[in-house]
């Protein structure tokens, strides 16, 4: 079982910038792939990006590709979002996952706010 704590979530204006934090604990040898999701009141959690625990090769959803960049540090065990340019339709609770052992995203974290006014 893998555990996940995202954090760095808050309040900014929108062209602001906020990076996240998800530190993972467990059995992190088992991760093969972690993604950053995105949920916003009312509506369906969202993809944004994902990334290979060991190799990079990140990938990106459209609304965020060339704002957001995801990165990890290994020997922290912890995951990245770095968002700039945010807007007000970034504003969502965000969660972090990994995908360890199985072909699917079985282990979440508990998200952090992001809020972006205008």
């Known amino acids: 079982q893998v555990q996940l704590v995202e954090s760095g979530g808050g309040l900014v204006q929108a062209g602001g910038s906020l990076r996240l934090s998800c530190a993972a604990s467990?059995?992190?040898?088992?991760?093969?792939?972690m993604g950053w999701f995105r949920q916003a009141p009312g509506k369906a959690r969202e993809f944004v990006g994902s990334?290979?625990?060991?190799?990079?090769?990140?990938v990106y959803a459209d609304p965020v590709k060339g704002r957001f960049t995801i990165f990890r540090d290994n020997a922290k065990n912890t995951l990245y979002l770095q968002m700039n340019s945010l807007k007000p339709e970034d504003t969502a609770v965000y969660y972090c996952?990994?995908?360890?052992?199985?072909?699917?995203?079985?282990?979440w974290g508990q998200g952090t706010q992001v809020t972006v006014s205008s």
């Open positions: 467990g059995r992190t040898f088992t991760i093969n792939l």
């Open positions: 990334i290979t625990w060991s190799g990079g090769s990140p």
């Open positions: 996952a990994a995908r360890a052992g199985v072909n699917r995203y079985d282990n």
